[in-house]
């Protein structure tokens, strides 16, 4: 599955959970939104394109450090999010896949995407990301790295309380990512993997790591699981349990999260990310 196609199912993930990643999922990750800020160099005199920006998270902690930014995305609700949260003057937002983007060539300086490319084929993206940057642009890429206990706990909880039986949409949304075919994240899962693509698709490569940058302290476990059931595959797994068996399974995921909690009660996460920082060749 390519181009638009690919987009309107992404497109419909995203914006099935727009309002519960920006309730949920935002304030959990902010102290690594802005860590990828500072790692990705921003200057006063950027234009910036910030692929995969969801609500905007990073464009609008980016905007004020830069002379532009424009958020891209699939996701129209998600948009219509992070047009409310940036300043007026200083960004704006555009709805469509980074492969179809509608920039001229050269328009931008710098192009972030942190967690923004996840759902996209590597060597699309990256040669349409390096068709909108200027001579001598620069890159900065954050995906995720390997999952932590508690996430991988938590999906195999879902395996054990999920139906056996879907009703159609939740059979179609199940057997989706498989239509899609390979993704990012099967392509790239080491610092290796990420420098091998970003030179074969033109740039020299600055920064290639696997890294924790940040601990987060979620004060409840709770705060955990609205997380880790914001995006709509987990989420609606959820929704289509019987009402005993999600309670079995919130019951069991809440016990499984609150092993790691502290004597306090809160939990100390360390996401492990792949972070890169290229600039285009020649």
């Known amino acids: 599955m390519r181009g638009p196609s690919r987009a309107r199912v992404v497109a419909g993930w995203f914006d099935e959970a727009a309002a519960r990643a920006e309730r949920d999922v935002v304030p959990v990750l902010a102290l690594l939104a802005a860590d990828f800020v500072r790692y990705a160099q921003p200057g006063l005199a950027d234009v910036v394109l910030d692929v995969g920006t969801g609500t905007g998270p990073v464009a609008r902690l980016i905007a004020p450090h830069v002379r532009q ?3 891209l995305d699939v996701s129209a609700r998600s948009l219509a999010i992070a047009r409310h949260n940036l300043a007026p003057g200083r960004g704006a937002v555009v709805q469509a ?6 920039f001229r060539r050269g328009t931008f300086s710098l192009a972030v995407a942190s967690f923004g490319l996840n759902a996209t084929e590597p060597g699309r993206a990256l040669r349409a ?6 001579p001598g642009g620069r890159l900065a890429i954050q995906e995720w790295g390997p999952a932590d206990a508690g996430s991988r706990a938590l999906d195999d909880l879902l395996v054990a ?9 939740l059979a179609a949304l199940r057997a989706s990512p498989g239509e899609l075919g ?10 290796d993997d990420v420098r091998d693509w970003l030179e074969d698709a033109g740039f020299a ?4 790591v696997e890294v924790a940058p940040v601990t987060l302290r979620l004060e409840t476990p709770d705060v955990f699981l609205r997380y880790l059931l914001a995006p709509a595959f987990r989420h609606r797994e959820v929704a289509a349990m019987p009402p005993g068996e999600r309670s079995a ?33 020649g």
């Open 69 to 71: 930014v424009v958020g």
């Open 97 to 102: 896949a980074i492969e179809d983007a509608p």
């Open 129 to 134: 990301i390096r068709r909108c940057l200027a």
């Open 161 to 169: 309380h999920a139906v056996a039986e879907p009703d159609d949409a």
């Open 182 to 191: 390979p993704l990012w994240r099967d392509y790239l899962q080491d610092p």
């Open 205 to 208: 490569v600055l920064d290639a």
């Open 249 to 281: 399974f919130l019951e069991a995921a809440r016990a499984r999260l609150a092993a790691d909690a502290g004597p306090g009660g809160a939990l100390m996460w360390q996401p492990v990310v792949l972070r890169a920082r290229a600039q285009l060749k």
